[in-house]
């Protein structure tokens, strides 16, 4: 288990919200980083809850196996599909440019 | 900065630096359903209409596994001699693009369904184990066109257009331990490597395996390390590699460009990198940093995996004969010697002369066309042997029309064009071309005569039982036939002639 | 049968009469329409409301009944459905600007069961932004108000349903439950909620929060409706992985026994004490002492993690709605926005800047510190430790239900707060959800039943039942025999002492 980690800066914040992709505001960058540290503090707490022998739950429900088997079902038609999209060209949708490569 | 990077040739790179490699296969099964939901997976289908709310990863959309991926995933796993997973879980891989409609792919992380296996490949005669260190589930993006700019490329475009088509479809991860080699064989083995799975796969039909169709993809992970040194160099990932040989070459080149850069005192950066088919280059792309933290987590919407060892070995009583116990069992059937099996694995033409056999043909004469003549002509475009657009069935009914003597191995090579071309069967070319050998012996019988009677210096050596001069009459009856002549016939009525 | 009279109905007594022929499924959806149009401008539960789609329906299921079709119990009721979950052809926000005019071209199933069981869908109801709020206050598109007062909060997320079930707009609706938001609401609102074993209802189409926490449930007036309506949305769907492949619990036989002799009741210590309004503690206990005079066996259980339980909650949560969230990129579908003052932006940054504009405070705050949690070197501190704090948590209630039948504590720690009181202090309201998160950190049911009104405030107060995994029907069974015991006490149900909201206009 690592150490205890406390505090979070504001240069943090930018790189969360980076990762977030979500464009924060000068004021809501500020926002964040003081309130989030009292957040974390309260949260801290589950660090000491529980050792190392104890396995983390993903599920709440333990069920193994669940598949479907593989039969085709009819898909959603283009004009479903494209409908809510805020732009579309050649039965595709349309992006801005795609900067790097994933 | 890299354009301008000076690059050391192959053989002095390895005089000073040993490469260090790791190989990436994706496969994508070839499943009728994707592997989180139940569209279809056609390949080439006109874009957008394999798509539902959970592969366009509308709100609310959830994934359900299909059963018949994890079975591939097993047996995949299986025939690379891995373990498989008593337990195990998805995990969700979070970042975005835009190809990728749930700005999270849903894959596996420490827990991959098959681990610790490896395979063992020949190059040059000598066996080489390679560490298979995990094979997991995951899923495929979708495809991006980008419009605009100079290129049609990703730099430059003014704005993508996506199709989800392909956006959930199963993908099996395949990733090596770290391979390290005699540092000459490096590029032969990386190829020999992804060869050899695709033979593996595709014997286990659950997948197309086609390199050229981006179901099997391979990146090269390479890094340099000094002679005598234990420490591991930065690494390059190349993509983008579309066929065995590029393997090879993509291998060659980053040896290369990272001692070029280490000699000059430079550091190589840590980047995914693209394969230029055309310069036999690799070129920059995406640049790794510490920014990329893809935040995995096991995937809550989705069941936890625990194939029970039942399954297991119900599963593992259905993998075909293992390639490298088949390879020995067939040399043996044919009767090949250890020089020609070697062509023949390295030709890739193994699978071709097993159905060309089957298809009633002689195994050596099987060997003799795609070793030879299909070798050459693939030689010639640079393409691979199953896509010249000659199948073994084909050239069983080419031989076959050679044996019953209708036609000779020279007149073969003009149906092997005529069939090419799209003319028809193999019976049809030999009929359109007017390719038919004159077995008359009347029409083959006045040949001769007139051969003769132009050189009668060669038919009184004959008489006198130099047989080796009855070829000057065979050629001038062949040329008067322009080759449409069984040239056994010929020469059995010469000496009957003369005798 | 007048309007009001017709509104004032229970579900079931509505099903019955519609079964009678006493009146028609249009009438009571027309009731029901004629109510939303009179009290909601100033309620504000629905976000949006579908009157020619629901007396189709009710019109539709009137001829079916005449031709003497055989339909389903509750066929003709007309119900509200909570904005995060998928309506084909109706549109669907989730509360938030980024999904502004969104249409879904598919059902999720609780929707299509609806559908299927003939049930006039009113509209949509208002929510915190995807969910994440206590008070709805969070909603993009404005508030909700309590119906028993109009200048407080009706709890949260599911507000919109509780109040217009509370209101008498609608005798059903659906709810989410990821950490209380059918219960809380339900306590502050003076109605019964009800959250389901984690996976006993289907949640396709029910637009994601924290995957491993919600769950849909009904929203209702009474206990019974409550179990009519857990059947019919119930069940086991192989559209999502986390189902139950079970039949749902026998709720409606339980709701309908409502006997509490001999049954094992356990008080959680570790809910009730500090921070707990004295009206709220005054009317739990009372509560207990009518169950205990009923015949239950009423004993005090300690569940020692719960200490632990609203932190691993609030990393848990967020970490996963991070990457629920993610795919509100502004690609393929909702709201996209160019970034300002950039010429030519590229995909990266229109997807930042649309999901600047397109998202609430508050899911901002959970995403980034989600992001954080899951981040790389952090992980194992925050989202793994959380996550072991689930198993703790589930070897105790295991330990706890090993000695009883049901557990029970005061639902919400307070009644309903005024508005904008906590908005600006995101650690209060989230301490509200004490007593409810546990449920779902463990995967087990909740029902919050009314049992008064505080004496301070005169507000209502919920008690709230939980029993193990897949033992729903304990919960109905309890909370029907407490309902009853109430009743007789109170001469009649707590929900006719609301106030008349027509006459306060």
């Excluded at chain 1, 060209?89 to 349309?94: A, H, K, M, S, V």
């Excluded at chain 2, 279809?40 to 874009?47: K, L, R, W, Y």
Aim: charge should be negative; charged fraction near 25%; glycine fraction near 10%.
């Amino acid at each position: 288990m690592s150490e205890p980690v406390k505090g979070i800066s504001r240069d943090d914040v930018v790189h969360l919200a980076g990762l977030a992709r979500i464009d924060l505001s000068e004021a809501e960058l500020d926002h964040l980083a003081s309130e989030l540290p009292l957040i974390l503090e309260h949260v801290a707490s589950v660090q000491q809850a529980a050792g190392d022998d104890v396995p983390a739950m993903s599920h709440p429900v333990p069920v193994d196996n669940v598949f479907r088997e593989d039969v085709v079902r009819p898909s959603l038609t283009p004009e479903e599909a494209l409908a809510a999209a805020p732009a579309s060209d050649q039965q595709r949708f349309l992006v801005p440019k795609i900067l790097g490569e994933s | 900065m890299s354009e301008t990077e000076t690059l050391v040739p192959f053989e002095e790179a390895l005089t000073r630096y040993d490469p260090v490699m790791g190989l990436e296969i994706h496969i994508e099964l070839n499943t009728a359903t994707k592997m989180f939901c139940a569209c279809p997976t056609e390949f080439g289908a006109e874009p957008n209409t394999q798509v539902c709310p959970v592969c366009l990863a509308l709100p609310g959309a959830l994934p359900v596994v299909n059963a018949k991926a994890v079975e591939s995933a097993i047996r995949m796993g299986l025939a690379l001699n891995c373990d498989i997973a008593e337990w195990c879980r998805f995990a969700r891989k979070n970042y975005f693009y835009p190809d990728m409609p749930k700005n999270f792919q849903t894959s596996q992380y420490d827990e991959p369904i098959a681990h610790d296996g490896f395979v063992e490949v020949e190059v040059d005669g000598e066996t080489y184990r390679i560490e298979i260190e995990r094979a997991h589930m995951e899923e495929d993006t979708g495809k991006a066109l980008h419009v605009g700019g100079a290129t049609g490329r990703i730099h430059g475009a003014d704005f993508s257009l996506v199709d989800y088509n392909r956006a959930g479809i199963p993908l099996i991860e395949i990733v090596t331990r770290t391979i390290e080699v005699p540092p000459d064989k490096a590029p032969a083995v990386a190829r020999a490597y992804v060869a050899y799975v695709r033979d593996l796969i595709g014997g286990l039909g659950v997948s197309d395996v086609r390199m050229d169709q981006g179901s099997l993809r391979a990146d090269v992970n390479l890094s340099l390390k000094p002679k005598g040194s234990t420490v591991l160099g930065t690494r390059s990932e190349t993509k983008n590699v579309n066929s065995f040989r590029s393997v090879e070459r993509a291998v060659r080149f980053e040896i290369s460009r990272h001692a070029g850069i280490l000699d000059a005192g430079g550091k190589v950066v840590q980047e995914t990198r693209h394969f230029q088919e055309d310069t036999g280059t690799t070129l920059p792309g995406r640049e790794k940093s510490d920014a990329d933290d893809y935040r995995y987590f096991p995937e809550p919407d989705l069941a936890p995996v625990s194939p029970s060892r039942e399954w297991v070995e119900e599963l593992r009583l259905t993998l075909p004969e293992p390639p490298a116990v088949r390879r020995a069992r067939l040399q043996a059937d044919w009767g090949f010697s250890d020089l020609d099996m070697r062509d023949t694995i390295g030709a890739g033409a193994l699978d071709l002369i097993v159905e060309t056999v089957e298809a009633g043909t002689t195994p050596q004469a099987a060997k003799k066309w795609w070793l030879g003549e299909m070798a050459r002509r693939a030689n010639e475009t640079g393409e691979d042997l199953d896509s010249l657009g000659i199948t073994p069935a084909q050239v069983a009914e080419i031989q076959a029309l050679i044996d019953a003597g209708r036609i000779n191995d020279k007149l073969a090579r003009s149906v092997f064009d005529g069939v090419i071309a799209g003319e028809g069967t193999a019976e049809e070319v030999v009929v359109g071309r007017g390719l038919e050998v004159v077995s008359d012996d009347g029409a083959l019988g006045a040949a001769v005569d007139r051969a003769i009677a132009g050189d009668p210096d060669a038919a009184q050596k004959v008489r006198d039982g130099n047989l080796g001069v009855a070829g000057a009459l065979i050629g001038a009856v062949m040329k008067e036939m322009r080759g449409q002549a069984d040239a056994g016939r010929v020469r059995e009525l010469i000496l009957e002639k003369l005798s | 049968m007048t309007e009001r009279q017709l509104t004032r109905l229970s579900a079931d007594e509505m099903a019955r009469g519609l079964a009678a022929k006493e009146f028609t499924s249009v009438e009571v959806t027309q009731a029901s329409l004629d109510r939303i149009a009179s009290v909601d401008g100033d309620i504000h539960a629905f976000l949006h409301v579908d009157p020619e789609g629901a007396l189709a329906t009710a019109a539709d299921v009137d001829d079916r009944r005449s031709n003497g079709e055989q339909l389903a119990h509750l066929a003709g009721v007309p119900i509200a459905v909570k904005d995060v979950l998928a309506t084909k052809g109706m549109v669907t926000t989730c509360g938030s600007k980024i999904l502004d005019g969104w249409i879904p071209p598919y059902d999720a199933t609780v929707t299509a069961k609806i559908k299927a069981a003939g049930l006039p869908i009113l509209g949509k109801t208002n929510m915190d932004e995807f969910a994440m709020g206590s008070s709805t206050e969070h909603s993009a598109y404005g508030p909700t108000r309590n119906p028993w007062d109009r200048t407080r909060i009706p709890g949260g997320s599911g507000g919109g349903s509780a109040a217009a079930v509370a209101a008498f707009e609608a005798p059903l609706a659906i709810g989410t439950d990821t950490g209380g938001s059918i219960r809380q609401p339900g306590a502050l609102t003076g109605t019964v909620g009800v959250k389901p074993t984690y996976g006993g209802v289907s949640r396709y189409g029910l637009v994601a929060m924290a995957s491993s926490l919600d769950q849909a449930g009904p929203v209702t007036r009474t206990v019974l409706d409550a179990a009519l309506l857990h059947v019919l949305m119930g069940g086991h769907d192989p559209m999502d992985s986390t189902s139950i492949p079970a039949a749902v619990p026998g709720v409606v036989a339980a709701a309908r026994r409502a006997d509490v002799k001999g049954l094992r009741i356990g008080v959680v210590t570790e809910l009730g004490g500090e921070g707990f309004q004295p009206g709220v503690r005054a009317r739990f206990d009372e509560a207990v002492e009518l169950l205990t005079g009923a015949g239950a066996e009423v004993v005090e259980v300690s569940i020692p993690s719960l200490e632990h339980a609203l932190a691993a909650y609030y990393l848990i949560l967020p970490s996963e709605a991070s990457s629920n969230l993610a795919k509100f990129d502004a690609m393929r579908y909702g709201v996209r926005v160019a970034p300002a003052g950039v010429d030519d932006p590229s995909a990266e940054q229109v997807m930042a800047s649309s999901r600047d504009a397109g998202f609430g405070d508050e899911v901002k705050r959970r995403i980034i510190l989600g992001t954080y949690a899951l981040s790389s070197g952090y992980y194992d501190a925050y989202y793994g430790s959380a996550q072991k704090v689930r198993t703790l948590l589930a070897r105790d209630f295991a330990a706890a239900f090993e000695g009883v039948d049901v557990l029970v504590s005061p639902t919400s720690p307070t009644t309903a707060y005024p508005l904008g009181d906590k908005l600006d202090d995101p650690l209060a309201m989230y301490l509200g959800d004490v007593a409810t998160i546990p449920a779902n950190l463990v995967g087990i049911p909740g029902l919050s039943l009314p049992v008064g009104l505080a004496d301070e405030d005169g507000l209502p107060v919920g008690l709230q039942f939980l029993a193990p995994q897949q033992a729903d029907d304990r919960l109905y069974n309890a909370a029907a025999a407490l309902e009853r015991l109430l009743e007789d006490k109170w001469g009649a149900p707590m929900i006719a002492r609301a106030p008349e909201l027509e006459a306060a206009r």
